[in-house]
């Protein structure tokens, strides 16, 4: 029978376990700033319920690189985060900031279910999903009850189901294109919502870096997200449906960074990299030629973008190795 010491851990767990060991240690810096400056009652246990996840998952995640004899990474610790520093974002941008991640948090953790082989790993990622979906309710609610969640729109119920009759049905390129589809404006509106979460972050970090090159890309990212906006917006105006709720002004006038520039940039390239996943998944499930190339277009700005934040982190000594494969050549030169 299989034991979590019979087996070595497979690559793809080696990168889901450190990748996850990354993203919690950043989070617990977040979340323990967030708890020093939260003030409403409401808001703030879903923050002590989130840090109290993240420090559990990051014990489990020590104890299973223990075991296996694996350098524990260096993540993120109490000198990237200046609990004093004053308030950078508002109560409410807090809360819908927290729904965004744990859609991520979710998200990666179904693949990170369903790529493990080893039971125990299997045992981890299956409790972390159930904790996830808890705090993604619980987060859910306490907007709702604030009534500041912005509900996707609405359409109406179709009379009969029905089949596609004409070619133009994938066209879009010209006058009389056809209304979205409901998982076209699914997908839209899932990726307006994290464009307006990462650039009200972008705003803030810009306000706080320290560096002059990390708060040039922050507002470089707001340039970028702002334009993404716009575009995924007028998409939604042209069907006459409504696009979501903005956060700028829930952007503090602090110049004090609560975070160490290495954090804010790990931050802003974690979010840059799952947009262009969701990105590809909206894209993929579109059926009008014109919202394809709008995809694709917004994918290759973002892939840029990405790619330079990734210079930037690497020029200053903070990019973390990600565990990988031998290299044959160098050891036979050995």
């Not at 520039?261 to 990105?279: E, Q």
């Amino acid at each position: 029978m299989e034991t979590q010491h019979s087996i070595r851990l497979t690559s793809t767990e080696i990168a889901n376990l450190w990748t996850n060991y990354m993203n919690d240690t950043m989070a617990i810096c977040v979340i323990k700033y967030v708890l020093e400056k939260v003030e409403d009652s409401e808001i703030k246990p879903v923050f002590e319920y989130a840090l109290e996840l993240s420090q559990s998952h990051v014990k489990t995640l020590t104890g299973i690189f223990n075991e296996e004899h694996f350098p524990i990474p260096y993540g993120f610790t109490d000198e990237d985060v200046d609990l004093s520093a004053p308030r950078l974002f508002s109560d409410t941008y807090w809360l819908f900031y927290m729904l965004e991640m744990t859609i991520h948090g979710l998200a990666g953790y179904s693949v990170s279910l369903t790529t493990s082989s080893r039971s125990d790993i299997r045992d981890f990622y299956t409790q972390c999903n159930a904790q996830s979906t808890e705090l993604y309710n619980k987060t859910m609610s306490v907007l709702l009850s604030k009534g500041i969640y912005s509900r996707p729109p609405y359409i109406s119920t179709p009379k009969k189901a029905d089949f596609v009759h004409k070619q133009s049905f994938l066209s879009g390129w010209f006058q009389g294109r056809r209304p979205l589809n409901a998982i076209e404006i699914s997908n839209i509106f899932f990726n307006l919502k994290k464009d307006i979460a990462s650039r009200a972050l972008q705003i803030g970090f810009s306000q706080v870096a320290k560096s002059k090159e990390v708060r040039k890309y922050m507002v470089r990212g707001q340039e970028m997200t702002y334009k993404h906006i716009n575009v995924f917006s007028s998409i939604l105006h042209e069907s006459d449906l409504p696009s979501p709720k903005h956060w700028d002004s829930e952007v503090t006038n602090s110049t004090v960074p609560p975070f160490s520039d290495k954090l804010m940039m790990f931050h802003s390239i974690v979010l840059v990299n799952a947009a262009i996943g969701f990105y590809g998944a909206g894209m993929a499930v579109c059926m009008r030629r014109d919202l394809i190339t709008q995809y694709q277009r917004v994918i290759t700005e973002t892939q840029q973008y990405a790619e330079d934040g990734a210079n930037i982190m690497i020029s200053h000594g903070w990019m973390e190795q990600t565990p990988q494969a031998d290299d044959r050549v160098e050891l036979a030169k050995d």
